[in-house]
Structures are given as structure tokens and as C-alpha cells.
């Protein structure tokens, strides 16, 4: 780092000022920053009675000069800036050359520091903002700070802290955002003499996840990479099954520094829209790399808020990057040729239950209809999706009013499915190498109310519901064809007559929509021609499909694009779907449960609300006092 110089007054007063200090975790969360800006590769963080009474910091990263130890306590001493032009491209976490002068006028300071160059260290000790002595130290490279009696000459301020332990977790708070912005630093905090945490410093994101949060919260996360108009995100987010109930642990990140901010959570909760309860909130640690130049740090006298010049592309990264990993697949399991077949059930005959599906003949309850033989010698995921497929296309060829479309179905077209790779592990080393989830059987066992599968699942006993289930699996199809979906074309197309306003919605977000299927013109006076609808459902579904979005598009509710698009997704699906308290075949109840216990993204429906119910063997040996 270069010599410290005081900012001249005209630059100094162009940086956003305001109170520094205001508890013991600002004066921490200052004091990492140095270290951190001076290239530590190990910071230690020690607090006593919540960091008011003690709170030493220790790095071994530069050190400073006898000329620069004392400079450093003076406002506006910094060597990190030095004119105007610099404040337009910071990459330093401090800038403003206040925080030492702030921290020294309400505190009693030892600094000792030794540059790797001298020979000899300094030691100072000031108080009040006055150093008070200056010696020669032996120590080692890096710097030591201990602050003492935080606002002992300030007692008003010392009114306003909170009780120790409060003052100590927050503290711990801003060593653990430190922490992840920083895995290549290696972090240890001590509070009272004992060891709280200790990240490896190793650079591995994963790893200072999993030191800090533990092992569930690590490995319940997956990984967000995007790049795209010169900015990228990268880190993790949760899988929405393991959401909390506030917004605790969502780390946001620019450019290595933790930043609060509204449009980034916003951004969050919309790639998770239709994946979560209402109350529940995703937990992520997403780094962002903006240009220095595109980001204006020096909004927040406390350095925690920024500004970003292209807000609406950082939006869109984390939207996209966040709605991408969770697109991802997971390791699927690929079960081997000889599928465990269901167990006879009562009212059905062998026959209706046997469905290995080669050749694939899927029947309905009422009119059994057959396909085209194909090979298909593994059931994969997609040949299950396919079966489902089969039970739309069913309740479609019931309709006169339509015919295929020109499009190949997809369980013709579709060359065989290949097993995913797995994603790259960055494991810790006690974990097993990558592993393929363990087969286990699954067995019809009925269904109850006409809504409910229930399968026996290895160890398990599990409820569907069938609709729920139904309805997420449409979805997700909808999501991944999206741009390239199946259509029907109907014979005679179908007049829509909307008030004027609602047709002018639709065929401005015609694009959207013709990306899940629909064929809509304009016909004039309000009216809209739909020539082709999505596959798998009616007509008066798709025009209902058509007035609930023409409804929303009005009440201005949505404006955003990606958000029709999955909204008319979202109501297609529900359209879709099959219904409760409607008939199945077991067949098709085994697909669904298929479907959802073969892979991890059918657990919640697009409303938020869970696929399915699991009882362990050990669950119900409680519940029937088998076991304590
Ligand atoms: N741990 C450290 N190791 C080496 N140099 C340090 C350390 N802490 C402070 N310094 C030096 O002291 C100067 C003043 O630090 P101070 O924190 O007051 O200001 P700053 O980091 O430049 O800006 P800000 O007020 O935004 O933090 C720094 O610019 C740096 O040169
Ligand atoms: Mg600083």
C-alpha cells in the first residue's frame, strides 16, 4: 500500500460523510477492511465484553511505516485515494481515510506495525485521537490495533449500546459477511477468550460457507454463475425447500464488498416466485463483479449501500443467474431397465398395471389409446414426463375441434435422454466423492379421496397430491420449453372478444405469450384470433388462460416481462393439470409418482404449496410407540 497522504479539503468534502462509529461491530467491520485492503492472508478478531471494553484486531498483511502509523489517525489521511478522478473507480474497501481518525477520537489505541520491508516495528498508543507515545517495537509483518474503553470519553453514545451479547452477535455478524466476501482470507474471531469461528482462507467460497453456516447450509445450496454486459454474478442459493423464515442470511456482494440492497432482494425473491410459502425467504451469498467505474460507492457514509449505473442489467444478472441454478438439474437418478413394477391393486386388472412401456401403450381410464412403438429401454425422467405426456394427449384427442400440431410430440422427436452430468463438486474432504442418490423402490400403493397418491417409497410412506404434483411437472416443462413449445393448432380458431384495453395487453406481450404455445392476432374492435394454444390443454382453458392474463396485464399488477411469462405459465399449468377428485388410472398415478420421487425439483407447486407428505419407517414406529 502507498504512502499515506491527507486528501486535500475540496476531495474531502466530496466523499459522503457521516457518523463512522457506531457500536463495537462498525469499528470491527473498519478494522477488517484495513486488513483486508492491506493483503492479509490471516486476520485474527478478538472481543471482550461484546467488544466494548477490548477489541483487538491482528493482521500480517503490509504494515506501515513510523510515518504512516502516525498519519493514519488524522481525518482524511488515506493512501488508498488521492484525487477527485480516483473516487470514479474505487477497488479498495476504504476510501474516505476516516475510519482510524474516528475510531481513535472515541477510544484508547495501541497500534503496533511493521512493514515487511523495516527492520523495526512501531508501537503507538493515542488516545482520544492524540498519540500519546511512539516507540520502536519488535514485532512481527503486519499490523495489531487494540481499542479500548469504546466511548469512554463520550458517554451519550455509550448510552445508546445494547447489552453485550447483542453488541458481540453483531460483531459476529460482520466477521462472518467479511468472511464470505473474502474466502481467500483466512478469519478467526475469539469473543471472551473463546474460539467461535475460523474460516480456511483456501479462496473456496464453499468452504467459508460451510465453516461459518455448517455443513446443511452449505451442501443445501446451488451454485450461481452468470455472466453477461461486462458484469457477472457468481456464489450460491438455496434450494426452496430449505428457505427460512426471514431474511437472516441473504449476502449480497460488489465487487468484495457486503452491501445492502432492496433491488438485489427483490430480484431474489422474483427468481424464487411460485418455489415458496408465503412468509419463507431464500438464503443465498451471491458476489457481483461490476466495473469499479459502473458502481458508486460513496453514497453511504458507512460504505454498506451503492449505486449501480446500469441498475437494470444487475437486476436481471441476479434474476437470471439465481433463476437459472434452480432451472438446474440435480443428479438425477437413472434406474436401471427393470423398473420395480406397482403391486396389484383391487379394481385393477395385471394388465392395466403393467407399465414398462415397451412398447409404450398408455391407456386412460375409459379409452385406452397406443402410440407408436419406440425404443425405449431405460425409464428415464423424460420417459415418465412422456407418459404423463400421453395422459394430455389423451384427454386431447377427445376435443374434434383440434389436431396435432405441425410440431413432432416430443416423445418421438426427442433422441434418448442421457443421463446429466453431475455438477462439479468443490467437496470437503470427509465427503464421499460424488455419489449417485441410492436406488430405492417405489410401489403404488392407492390413492385416497381421489386426490391423494400414496406410494411406499424405500423407507418410506409418501402422500402426493395429485394435482399439486401435476401442476409443478407442467410447469417446469413449460419453463424449459419456453421459446420452443409444443402448440395445437386449432381448426376453427377461436374469437376472443376483451374491451379494448385488455386486447391491447395481450398483443403487446404477444411475444411472451407465443412462447408457451399460443398463436394470437388482433381482429379488431377488442377482439384477438387465437389459432394455436398451448399443448395439453382445452379451448376454454387456453381462452381462460388468455382473460385471467388480460385481467392482470390491466391491473398493471406485472409489469415485468419475465414475470407474464411465467405468470401465463403459472395458469396454464393450473389448467392444465389434472384435478382433484377426478378419476386416474394407476398408471398414471405411478407416473406422477415417478415423476416426483425420481428427481428434486417437483416439491412445490407454482403457488408455493407442498407436492408431497413423507413418513419414514421411523416416523410411524414413533407415532405407533414401536419405538422412543
Ligand atoms: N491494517 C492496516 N495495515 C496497513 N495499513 C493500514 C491498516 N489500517 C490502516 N492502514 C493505513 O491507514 C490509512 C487510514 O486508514 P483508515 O481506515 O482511517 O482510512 P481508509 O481505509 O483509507 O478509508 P476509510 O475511512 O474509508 O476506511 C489507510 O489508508 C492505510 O494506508
Ligand atoms: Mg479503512
Redesign the pocket.
Known amino acids: 500500500?502507498g504512502v499515506?497522504n491527507v486528501l486535500e479539503t475540496h476531495v474531502a468534502n466530496m466523499i459522503a460523510a457521516g457518523e463512522?462509529v457506531e457500536n463495537p461491530a462498525s469499528v470491527v467491520k473498519?478494522l477488517l477492511?484495513?486488513?483486508i485492503?492491506?493483503g492479509a492472508c490471516a486476520v485474527t478478531v478478538e472481543i471482550q465484553s461484546g467488544g466494548v471494553a477490548y477489541i483487538r484486531v491482528t493482521?500480517d498483511?503490509?504494515?506501515?511505516s513510523p510515518e504512516?502509523a502516525k498519519t493514519?489517525f488524522l481525518r482524511h489521511?488515506?493512501?488508498?485515494i488521492s484525487k477527485a478522478e480516483d473516487l470514479d473507480g474505487i477497488t479498495t474497501l476504504?476510501?474516505?481515510?476516516?475510519?482510524?481518525?474516528a475510531i481513535s477520537a472515541v477510544s484508547k489505541i495501541d497500534l503496533i506495525?511493521k512493514s515487511k520491508t523495516a527492520g523495526m516495528g512501531t508501537a503507538i498508543y493515542a488516545e482520544a485521537g492524540d498519540v500519546i507515545r511512539e516507540s520502536d517495537s519488535g514485532c512481527p509483518d503486519g499490523?495489531t490495533?487494540i481499542v479500548r474503553e469504546l466511548f469512554y470519553n463520550t458517554p451519550a453514545r455509550m448510552r445508546f449500546l445494547k447489552k453485550d451479547a447483542t453488541e458481540a452477535a453483531a460483531v459476529e455478524s460482520v466477521i462472518k459477511a467479511s468472511a464470505l466476501a473474502h474466502p481467500e482470507v483466512s478469519i478467526k474471531f475469539i469473543r471472551d477468550g473463546r474460539d467461535v469461528l475460523h474460516t480456511p482462507g483456501d479462496g473456496v467460497l464453499k468452504n467459508a460457507m460451510y465453516a461459518l453456516f455448517g455443513r446443511d447450509f452449505a451442501n443445501n445450496m446451488k451454485e450461481v454463475v452468470c455472466h453477461q454486459h461486462g458484469i457477472s454474478v457468481r456464489g450460491f442459493t438455496c434450494t426452496p425447500q430449505s428457505s427460512r423464515g426471514n431474511r437472516g442470511l441473504q449476502f449480497f456482494f460488489v465487487n468484495g464488498r457486503a452491501i445492502k440492497s432492496k433491488m438485489l432482494a427483490v430480484a431474489l425473491d422474483n427468481a424464487y416466485k411460485e418455489m415458496l410459502m408465503k412468509g419463507r425467504f431464500p438464503t443465498c451469498v451471491l458476489m457481483l463483479d461490476v466495473p469499479p467505474t459502473q458502481v458508486d460507492v460513496n453514497v453511504h457514509p458507512a460504505?454498506t449501500e451503492v449505486k449501480f449505473a446500469r441498475e437494470r442489467d444487475v437486476f436481471d444478472i441476479v434474476y437470471f443467474g439465481v433463476k437459472s441454478a434452480l432451472e438446474a438439474r440435480e443428479e438425477k437418478v437413472v434406474p436401471p431397465p427393470s423398473v420395480p413394477k406397482p403391486a396389484p391393486v383391487d379394481n385393477v386388472t395385471k394388465n392395466q398395471m403393467k407399465i414398462d412401456m415397451t412398447p409404450p401403450v398408455l391407456k386412460l381410464s375409459s379409452s385406452p389409446i397406443k402410440l407408436e412403438p419406440m425404443e425405449m429401454p431405460v425409464r428415464t425422467e423424460e420417459s415418465v414426463i412422456s407418459a404423463l405426456e400421453g395422459m394430455k394427449n389423451e384427454k386431447k384427442s377427445e376435443k374434434p375441434l383440434m389436431m396435432r400440431s405441425t410440431y413432432m410430440p416430443e416423445y418421438r422427436a426427442e433422441p434418448k435422454a442421457e443421463p446429466p452430468k453431475a455438477p462439479e463438486r468443490e467437496a470437503f474432504a470427509e465427503e464421499k466423492p460424488s455419489e449417485v442418490k441410492e436406488e430405492k423402490k417405489i410401489r403404488l400403493i392407492g390413492e385416497a379421496m381421489n386426490t391423494y397418491i400414496i406410494a411406499e417409497y424405500g423407507d418410506s410412506v409418501v402422500f402426493i397430491d395429485k394435482h399439486a404434483a401435476h401442476e409443478r411437472i407442467i410447469f417446469e416443462k413449460l419453463q424449459k420449453n419456453s421459446g420452443s413449445a409444443m402448440s395445437q393448432i386449432l381448426l376453427t380458431p377461436e374469437v376472443v372478444e376483451f374491451d379494448k384495453l385488455s386486447c391491447a395487453a395481450i398483443l403487446e406481450n404477444r411475444e411472451e405469450i407465443e412462447k408457451i404455445g399460443f398463436d394470437v392476432d388482433e381482429f379488431g374492435d377488442g377482439s384477438v384470433v387465437v389459432s394455436a394454444i398451448p399443448d395439453g390443454i382445452d379451448v376454454n382453458d387456453a381462452v381462460a388462460v388468455l382473460e385471467d392474463l388480460a385481467e392482470t396485464l390491466r391491473s398493471g399488477a406485472r409489469t415485468r416481462r419475465p414475470d407474464i411469462l411465467s405468470e401465463t405459465m403459472y395458469s396454464v399449468a393450473c389448467k392444465a393439470a389434472i384435478k382433484a377428485g377426478q378419476k386416474n388410472a394407476p398408471e398414471e398415478l405411478m407416473a406422477i409418482a415417478e415423476r416426483v420421487l425420481l428427481s428434486d425439483d417437483i416439491r412445490f407447486c407454482p403457488h408455493g404449496r407442498p407436492v408431497m407428505i413423507e413418513f419414514s419407517k421411523n416416523d410411524l414406529e414413533r407415532k405407533f410407540k414401536r419405538i422412543v
Open positions: 500500500m499515506i463512522v473498519e477492511e484495513n486488513a485492503d492491506a493482521d498483511g503490509c504494515g506501515m504512516d493514519a489521511a488515506t493512501s488508498k476504504g476510501f474516505r481515510g476516516e475510519a482510524l481518525a506495525t499490523t490495533i460504505k
